[in-house]
């Protein structure tokens, strides 16, 4: 019985398609010669397939693939009362890991890849996003990491290549995603794969991490390049406390160069348009920018283990300065940068499992309301500027008014960015989870509401109210399947045709429901 829980729990975790960055730790044998030999090759796949029915999709007619970014927003999502989207996707995510015996388990290779597509939408072609159609032959394999982890001492790791980059200490490719997304930084900044090197340190009560990643390199013979680098601290105060802290830095001498596609990214991009965080009036003048993210996080007892209770949260600066390299009367030639992220999470099990819980989660982010015609900039900065989506901040439980991680193609929410187009955001969510049938039938239910910090020009400060709801059951572990709803009332911020899509009126309430199937397979 106690085998069946501890399987139910885990299961619990895997939540999302983003999941699939399990993979088997290293053993560390007691003995010179093992009872079993080790797997030099292991191959894992994580399954997503969904279908979907909403009242909001793309308008365009390019824009049949991947759709990212914020609801009314320049990827041109709009809600209706007159039409009704229906369609089935499926995403595969396959996991090679190689770990020769002759390194003795301190040398392993991975490489995991993305075969997603919408049932019926491309045949005998190429490109991501598409396959689905009769006779099928797509070319549409996606590279999603390839990167090498050394293991040079014991509690040591180095990874070398494209890899998973998160806003958080623990090791992505050993920890579960749940508990990355309710600890550190909960991927509200940094939630994405990235090229570079990260070196780690897992000890009993201590984490460090340090990372350097090149974002875009440009023209290899020039100083035109787009680069992070970051140190994370956490240290465990008592058996379920810890407490760490950061310090980022990005370096952006792009000029809104490189990115997704024709969107460019940076400051100046309109990839900020695509995912509703802020764009720099900058026009096509090129920049410097030095933009620096300082925070502190704290955890309790995330995985609800040590007792009822658990708790997680964060306060983040980001400061900095954007040179546009010309003397503007509108702007100046500097631009400060100064804005502020809190967010908290508390939970209580009430019942014996994970299943029987209740969720708080807030959030406040700082705004600006007149952007940098003053000098200073004094709203939010995420990665959504320099890719995406980048920002995935998804363990809120919410569906519409903030982003959720049952996706394929499809990466679409009201406020997409926490930093809401600059105008900052104040709100939060409530969830209700039920075990009827302990770690098998799950019944979920929740509400999201939010304000804008400041007013967008003839619309109010009221985002919109959401309720929403899930069945989900386990017929085997790793397995899920599940039937999700959500609706979502919008206030008087979308009064503002700045922000609703140049409409005269307030669209159309946004509802969605889809039926999910998931399996991790090993």
């Known amino acids: 019985m106690k085998k069946r829980i501890l399987f139910g729990l885990v299961a619990g975790m895997l939540c999302n398609s983003l999941l699939a960055q399990v993979s088997e730790p290293v053993r560390v044998f007691d003995q010179e010669v093992p009872e079993e030999s080790e797997r030099e090759f292991q191959f894992l796949a994580y399954w997503f397939s969904q279908g979907v029915s909403s009242n909001y999709y ?132 940094w939630g994405t794969d990235a ?98 993210w300082l925070g502190s996080f704290y955890t309790h007892n995330p995985d609800y283990i040590e007792d009822t209770w658990m708790a997680t949260g964060f306060l983040n600066y980001n400061f900095g300065t954007v040179d546009t390299l010309t003397i503007s009367d509108s702007y100046g030639q500097i631009s400060n940068i100064g804005g502020l992220t809190f967010n908290s999470k508390t939970g209580y099990r009430y019942g014996k499992t994970k299943g029987d819980r209740v969720e708080i989660d807030l959030i406040y982010t700082s705004g600006d309301a007149d952007g940098i015609s003053d000098g200073t900039y004094s709203g939010v900065l995420t990665g959504n500027n320099w890719g995406s989506p980048v920002s995935v901040w998804i363990s809120h439980g919410a569906y519409i008014l903030f982003p959720h991680g049952n996706v394929v193609n499809r990466f679409v929410s009201a406020v997409n960015d926490v930093s809401n187009m600059g105008y900052g955001l104040m709100g939060g969510t409530f969830n209700a989870y039920h075990d009827i049938i302990d770690n098998k039938l799950n019944v979920k239910i929740g509400a999201a509401s939010a304000l804008s910090n400041v007013n967008p020009q003839g619309g109010g400060n009221q985002l919109g109210f959401e309720l929403n709801g899930r069945i989900s059951w386990t017929p085997q572990v790793y397995m899920n399947l599940e039937l999700h709803a959500a609706k979502l009332w919008l206030g008087d911020f979308y009064d503002s045709p700045r922000v609703n899509g140049n409409v005269s009126e307030r669209p159309a309430n946004p509802w969605t429901v889809f039926l999910t199937y998931k399996w991790l397979m090993f």
Not at 134 to 159: H, M, R
Not at 201 to 220: P, T
């Open 195 to 292: 090229t570079g090197v990260s070196v780690r340190y897992n000890g009993d009560y201590n984490r460090v991490k340090f990372g350097a990643w090149k974002f875009y390199e440009n023209l290899i013979q020039k100083n035109d390049d787009v680069s992070m680098y970051e140190v994370m601290y956490d240290h465990d105060i008592s058996r379920s406390w810890s407490l760490g802290m950061s310090l980022n830095y990005l370096r952006d001498r792009g000029s809104g160069e490189g990115g997704p596609s024709i969107l460019g990214q940076g400051l100046n991009s309109t990839l900020s348009n695509y995912n509703g965080s802020y764009r720099f009036p900058l026009g096509g003048n090129p920049y410097r920018a030095d933009v620096f």
């Open 58 to 189: 793309p308008t365009s007619d390019f824009l049949r693939g991947q759709v990212f970014g914020r609801l009314f927003g320049q990827n041109t999502t709009r809600s209706t009362d007159t039409a009704t989207s229906f369609y089935v996707e499926q995403r595969l995510l396959p996991f090679f890991i190689y770990q020769p015996k002759l390194f003795n388990g301190r040398a392993i290779l991975r490489a995991s890849f993305e075969i997603d597509f919408t049932w019926g939408d491309a045949a005998y072609g190429s490109g991501g996003n598409f396959g689905g159609a009769v006779a099928g032959d797509q070319v549409n394999l996606q590279t999603q990491n390839v990167e090498l982890e050394l293991i040079p001492y014991k509690n040591w790791s180095i990874n070398l290549g494209l890899q998973r980059m998160y806003d958080n200490p623990n090791n992505p490719y050993r920890t579960l995603f749940d508990k990355l997304t309710n600890t550190g930084y909960r991927l509200m900044f």
